[in-house]
C-alpha cells in the first residue's frame, strides 16, 4: 500500500536510523581532528593521538593527550567522545 514511493521513504528512514550513530561517531571524530589539528598540531603526541582517534581507543587518546594544556585537552576529549558512554 502506497507504492513505491512509501517503500523507497521506508527504506531511507531504516538506513538512517541504523546508521546514526556511526554517522555522529563519524562527525564527533572529524570536528575532533580538526580542531586538534589547529590547536594542538605541534603539541608532543599529536600524530600518535590522531591514529588513536581515528581508531576510536580511548584509553589510549586520553593517555596520550593528558600533557597537553587542560583546555585543549578537555575540549578535544568532549568533541571526539562526549556523545558516548565511558569504555
Partial sequence: PGGASVALR??????R??????DRARAA???AY???SV????LAGFEEASRA???DD???FVGLVAGWPDDIRDHV????????AEP
Fill in 17 to 22: 536510523r541504523a546508521n546514526g550513530d556511526l
Fill in 77 to 84: 576529549v568532549k568533541l571526539a567522545f562526549s556523545d558516548r
Fill in 29 to 31: 571524530r572529524d570536528a
Fill in 53 to 55: 582517534l581515528f581508531a
Fill in 10 to 15: 521506508k527504506l531511507v528512514e531504516e538506513a
Fill in 34 to 36: 580538526r580542531f586538534m
Fill in 58 to 60: 580511548r584509553r589510549r
Fill in 39 to 42: 590547536m594542538a598540531g605541534n
